[in-house]
């Protein structure tokens, strides 16, 4: 089992910033990918940008230029720094653990909520 840990959200306004922190614990010795998803009201959960055995990066269109996702492998936790916030990235967002230690399995956690106000 992987235990997920997010934090960082909150209120900011138009063109701010805000930085998410994720950390996994438990049994992570099968850790593929670690990574961002968000939810807004009424629409499905997408992918925000994530790392790939522990280095290749992957970034959403939507916000690609305007974030960055970093990670520190020794404490399997991972950051997501979002500049030049707007209200369309509005949404609960979701730390994804992927392991591939017996087969696929994806660990979520619990979500933490970031409003941008116009």
């Known amino acids: 089992q992987v235990h997920v840990v997010e934090s960082g959200g909150g209120l900011v306004q138009a063109g701010g910033s805000l930085r998410l922190s994720c950390a996994a614990s438990?049994?992570?010795?099968?850790?593929?990918?670690m990574g961002w998803h968000r939810q807004a009201p009424g629409k499905e959960r997408e992918l925000v940008a994530r790392?790939?055995?522990?280095?290749?990066?992957e970034y959403a269109d939507s916000v690609r230029g305007r974030c960055t996702i970093s990670g520190d492998n020794a404490k399997n936790t991972v950051y997501l720094q979002l500049n030049n916030l707007k209200p369309e990235d509005t949404a609960v967002y979701y730390c994804?653990?992927?392991?591939?230690?017996?087969?696929?399995?994806?660990?979520w956690g619990q979500g933490t909520q970031v409003t941008v106000s116009a």
């Open positions: 994804n653990v992927r392991t591939i230690k017996r087969g696929l399995t994806d660990y």
């Open positions: 438990g049994d992570t010795s099968g850790l593929y990918i």
């Open positions: 790392i790939r055995s522990g280095s290749e990066l």
